[in-house]
């Protein structure tokens, strides 16, 4: 048998998105990220999911060998890889962090009953393409376990997670070389995402797809590609709190009064919450008209911050409005506590954009475990 190897044979950076490099360096350019990505290794939460599962074999399934044989060879790679099935009720699979050469892949029975070859290519491609592109490294487990990243650090991770699985989305796409079993794959699964489907879709059209699978046709240059999946990306992207570019003025003054509500919630304003406000105003606490927002009475404050949500649920979209909750999560994240009374601001806030309060207990969550 060959010496088993993780090159793939086709030119993968092609199929990363700038935003998963970008993010990436971004990431490991932070001293405290990359001392967590440093530390020994914990163990994997993937790994123990497989104790109560059942080995697959080739005689008893081989629809589900014969999709990742094809995987294998659309990727030219060789390697010893085990199937294992999990007895769950939802359609999900997932890839083990490669050792020595050697990958684990889980499958849910759910998945096995419910994908036909072509989608199940695809889904096995795309776990397959976050073991070769190396998405391990900055696994969430090692996140899950500690406390120290800012919410604004967990923001940008979670935007490169998104990144990250639209890049292994292009390898499952590469491998099943079918558009239409790829949509498929995305109504089966869960939770299904409209513009991780959508921008598929777009790289399906450009030139650097079929060039990969080695059949003519093709739209769009990769420069009009990576132009469309930014537009799509600046709904997915969770925060603008780092970029004054990525944010309207009507965006940052909401952000601002809103954030100085959240903040101050509790009675009291740490250096950590302080920092991300004067990140959307400055260090003189100005809004974009040059109004200084400590001279607002309180009445002013409210018809200020009314007028900008009523502007903001006509302009942008629920989508949108949602990432703006979650940037004022992070504000009130910033001191590693969450008051009753932050969360009451920040359940009003979801009001004023139009935006279920539930959706703030979901995205408090997330922030909490670290975790897309």
Known sequence: MPESTLTPRIDLTALVLAGDRELRAALLGDPQFREL????????ARRDRL?????LTRQARPDFFAALDRVVEHLGIE????????????PDAFVTAPERGRLLVGVSSAALETLDGAELTFVLGHELGHALLDHFSLSPELLERDGRLAP??????????????LSADRVGL???????????????????????????EVFARSLTYHALVG???????????????????QLMDPSCLNDRRDASVVVRDFLALAGVAVAAADGKVVDAEHELVIGLVGPEGRLSDGTLI?????????????GIAEKLCVRVSPERRQKILEDLVAIALADGD???AEVEVLGTAAIWLGIDPRFVEKAIARYASALD
């Open 37 to 44: 990505v440093e530390e020994d290794e914990v163990a994997s």
């Open 215 to 233: 059949k003519t046709g093709g739209e769009l240059d990769q420069t009009e590609l990576e132009r469309e999946v930014t537009a799509i990306m």
């Open 152 to 165: 604004t650090q967990l923001a940008r991770y979670d935007a490169w997670m998104r990144y990250a699985g």
């Open 294 to 306: 400590e001279e607002l009475s309180d009445e002013e404050f409210e018809r200020r911050v009314l």
């Open 51 to 55: 104790v109560s599962s059942l080995r």
């Open 338 to 340: 969450l008051a009753d």
């Open 174 to 200: 590469v491998c099943c070389q079918d558009p239409d079993a790829a949509v498929r794959a995305f109504f089966k699964l869960t939770p299904y995402s409209p513009l991780r489907l959508r921008a598929l």
């Open 79 to 90: 390697a010893e890889i085990e199937a294992y099935c999990l007895t769950e009720p939802l």
